[in-house]
């Protein structure tokens, strides 16, 4: 069983930065990081493979958003130029597999999520 625990999220204004962390219990593989916004759907915001370090982002938060993990340290979400629009309930993900994934549905454990709000 793995128990994921999100945190670091909070209220940051336009351009600001956050970044936020997934403590994991259990044995992980490839990781990821969605969100989901009031009356959205889930959507898909960036993967790795800790192992190759392989990644993939969302066009939306391409070169703004970096996702890391390694043996080391938890995954993380280091997220700069913040927009009204990254405003959502951030969870972190993992499944059974070390390749990434962009859906949702193949994945087997989430966290509670955490919200970030970007606003004046």
């Known amino acids: 069983q793995v128990q994921l625990v999100e945190s670091g999220g909070g209220l940051v204004q336009p351009g600001g930065s956050l970044t936020l962390s997934c403590a994991a219990s259990?044995?992980?593989?490839?990781m990821g990081w969605f969100r989901q916004a009031p009356g959205k759907e889930r959507e898909f915001v960036a993967a790795i493979n800790p192992i190759s370090g392989t990644t993939a982002y969302a066009d939306s938060v391409k070169g703004r958003f970096t996702i890391s993990k390694d043996a080391k340290k938890p995954l993380s979400l280091q997220m700069t130029s913040l927009k009204p629009e990254d405003t959502a309930m951030y969870y972190c993900?993992?499944?059974?597999?070390?390749?990434?994934?962009?859906?949702?549905?193949?994945?087997?454990?989430w966290g509670q999520g955490t919200q970030v709000t970007v606003s004046t």
């Open positions: 259990g044995r992980t593989f490839s």
């Open positions: 993900a993992t499944r059974s597999l070390w390749a990434i994934s962009i859906l949702a549905k193949s994945y087997n454990y």
